[in-house]
């Protein structure tokens, strides 16, 4: 996968898992396209055992985030706030915004 849906930033909602994570919104932390995976903020938490790279360093079990599949999350209009897939408007001079497709507004 090279392309994805959602950028640094964006404010998603999580569409599949378990029942503690499903339909949490959070913020688009890191988007790694390579992959097709994105890390949303308090979504998908787990628990890291961590040995100090040296003295002074913090150690022992830390709770991060973990990645996500991309096609597992869907972008939340900041207008409307209802979750909406990403259409795209193309403007005559050659520019290209992302815009709701429930209610039309660019992003």
Known sequence: MSKV????????I???GDQKDRG???????VAPKEGKVIVEGINVVSKHVKPKKAGDASGIIKTEGAVYASKVMLVC???GKPTRVA?????????DR???KCGETF
């Open 99 to 101: 815009m709701c497709k």
């Open 78 to 80: 900041p207008k409307c």
């Open 14 to 16: 999580l569409l599949t």
């Open 24 to 30: 949490k919104k959070g913020k688009v932390l890191q």
């Open 5 to 12: 849906h959602v950028k640094t930033g964006d404010t998603v």
């Open 88 to 96: 795209h408007k193309i403007y005559a001079d050659g520019n290209k």
